[in-house]
């Protein structure tokens, strides 16, 4: 063979072999990193929050409207203007997040429950900002509003809504109150609040989704009509929501989703239905 050895000892091939086995398990470690960096696949199992600002926009149902020094506070505006900080804090710690509208537009109530539905959201938050009745003034506030109906029947989803609620007011009302030690942040049912089942709240009930309705703060408080023009009062409250949004998700694993405590006080002080009462 002209002096030249062909080499096949054991010896030889064995070492070469996991040279290239080392070599392919990098080659897989890297690119497993960069899926980690990367957005999940939308496969069925991540958590699916659904945002939803009150009313429609301005010329078409404006919500609450207040004038304050000539210029007019429109209620939907104001609940699009949070919603969509609120979507852009989820977005970025990777959470699967829909708004019923992103632009001023008509959307009904009925339009909002087929969106629910159609969705099938882990959770449901409308947005919304509250006015009091007969036109007082100064009147301040945070409230969040759970269904009525499914907190009379005292069922897991009830306790559910209330652990959502209870987590959105300790962390919303806080900023809101703006260091005001009298501010109030509470945790009503839709009935108490109005004395009728709010239409989205009963969707919700309807397919067993945890919802609730927060009533962000009145436009007739004065710091907050302040307060709101400032970006970064903005930015603050809206990661505040979106942390309380999140504290409450359900925990997902590789097959199912499974709720951060069936129980009444887990992990934090709620208020309790009347059967705990």
């Known amino acids: 063979m002209s002096g030249v050895q062909v080499m096949t000892d054991r010896n030889v091939i064995a070492p070469v072999a996991g040279v290239g086995l080392l070599a392919l398990a990098a080659w897989g470690y890297m690119q497993y990193?960069?899926?980690?960096?990367?957005?999940?696949?939308?496969?069925?199992?991540?958590?699916?929050?659904l945002l939803d600002p009150g009313h429609e926009g301005a010329g078409l149902d404006p919500g609450a409207v207040k004038v304050v020094n000539g210029k007019q506070i429109i209620e939907a505006d104001c609940n699009l203007t949070l919603a969509l900080a609120v979507r852009d804090c989820l977005k970025a710690r990777k959470v699967n997040v829909t708004l019923t509208r992103d632009r001023p537009t008509r959307l009904n109530v009925n339009a909002r429950k087929d969106i629910i539905k159609r969705i099938k959201p882990d959770i449901f938050v409308s947005i919304h900002h509250n006015a009091p009745p007969g036109g007082a003034e100064n009147v301040t506030g945070t409230w969040v509003m759970v269904s009525g109906e499914e907190d009379k029947a005292c069922t897991p989803l009830a306790q559910?809504?209330?652990?959502?609620?209870?987590?959105?007011?300790?962390?919303?009302g806080p900023i809101i109150a703006h260091g005001r030690t009298d501010y109030k942040s509470t945790v009503k049912t839709?009935?108490?609040?109005?004395?009728?089942?709010?239409?989205?709240?009963?969707?919700?009930?309807?397919?067993?989704?945890?919802?609730?309705?927060?009533?962000?703060?009145?436009?007739?408080?004065?710091?907050?009509?302040?307060?709101?023009?400032?970006?970064?009062?903005?930015?603050?409250?809206?990661?505040?929501?979106?942390?309380?949004?999140?504290?409450?998700?359900?925990?997902?694993?590789?097959?199912?989703?499974?709720?951060?405590?069936?129980?009444?006080?887990?992990?934090?002080?709620?208020?309790?239905?009347?059967?705990?009462?």
């Open 160 to 172: 559910r809504n209330r652990q959502l609620a209870t987590s959105i007011a300790d962390k919303v």
């Open 190 to 277: 839709d009935q108490e609040a109005s004395g009728i089942n709010y239409g989205v709240l009963s969707a919700c009930r309807e397919i067993g989704v945890p919802g609730v309705l927060l009533e962000t703060a009145f436009i007739t408080d004065p710091i907050w009509q302040q307060d709101r023009l400032n970006g970064s009062y903005t930015a603050s409250l809206a990661a505040a929501l979106g942390e309380a949004i999140f504290q409450r998700m359900p925990i997902m694993n590789a097959t199912h989703r499974a709720w951060r405590g069936t129980e009444y006080g887990i992990g934090q002080q709620v208020s309790r239905c009347p059967c705990h009462n």
């Open 33 to 49: 990193r960069k899926n980690q960096d990367e957005d999940p696949p939308d496969n069925g199992l991540r958590v699916k929050v």
